[in-house]
């Protein structure tokens, strides 16, 4: 039986993001810089990693409790050993699950992910030109290599592909009405992501933000938009629709447009910390009760302390908030 569990600002638990590793094959700037994670790095080890069974088993206690979304993410969510199964274990009635990636190995999982039960993909592309995407990613990745896993996600059945793109002044804004124009004839959606402050190691600071309307005035001025409504409660992403039909954009603001009163989201790494919030100081450990053999009702007990507890609302506070060391995005995914 389904329960409706709210926080202590009565928002509703509906989303939960699930980072598989903490592992990535790109070196982003904005997420993983090579400069703190490079060949010396120690990522967690395989025996660390929540196993797909306890994954499982969280997310159907927590579906108990009026979760209906799910969203692996990473790092890179393919990079883990057979995630496929994963998504076959955890497809259920009544459970949206979706996965964001970099693109580069959907190729090679796409059909079989879509087989097991995954329903949509989310893309990140930063730039349509290499030399720019390659100086993002540090990896020499080239764009049509990712081009070619949103084209195959699609293929498989996983589409039309969402596209994320992070926003960094002097790095990629003039690449705004490129990709807006690459995803009108494509049929794509694409969000534009203001640069955040998550983690420590980004170098995020207020100059090389990019803000949500500033954006907006770009596309205006190329082609007519209107806005639309959200879809669901708790929706991050602000839409807009091309007034000619040509498909429509999602802009996300936690910088310059607080989101927090309406999150929904919940956030469990791959070694099974639980994060109230993306710019967390700190979590709730699943993983000993987990494994200490707790059962389904100490599980739930403690789930439902956690969520009712929360209040949670770094981006509306964000000038006040302290400023401990927040958990790194490639930790708990974007």
Known sequence: MTTTLTDSLERPLRDLRISLTDRCNFRCSYCMPAETFGKGYRFLPRKELLSFEEITRVVGLLQELGLQKVRLTGGEPLLRHDCSTLVGMLARPGLDLAMTSNGLLLPRHAEQLKRQGLQRVTVSLDSLRDEV???????????????????AAEEAGLGPVKINMV???GLNEEDLLPLAEHCRETGRTLRFIEFMDVGNSNGWNRESVVPSAEILERLQKRWPLEAVGAAYRGEVARRWKYRDGAGEIGLISSVSQAFCGDCTRLRLSAEGVLYTCLFATRGSNLKTPLRAGA?????RELLQGLWSRRSDRYSERRGSAGQGQRIEMSYIGG
Not at 133 to 151: A, C, T
Not at 295 to 299: A, E, H, R, V, Y
């Open 167 to 169: 926003v960094k002044r």
């Open 133 to 151: 995407f390659q100086r993002i990613n540090d990896v020499g990745v080239p764009v049509s290599h990712v081009l070619e896993g949103i084209r």
């Open 295 to 299: 059962d389904d009702g100490k599980l």
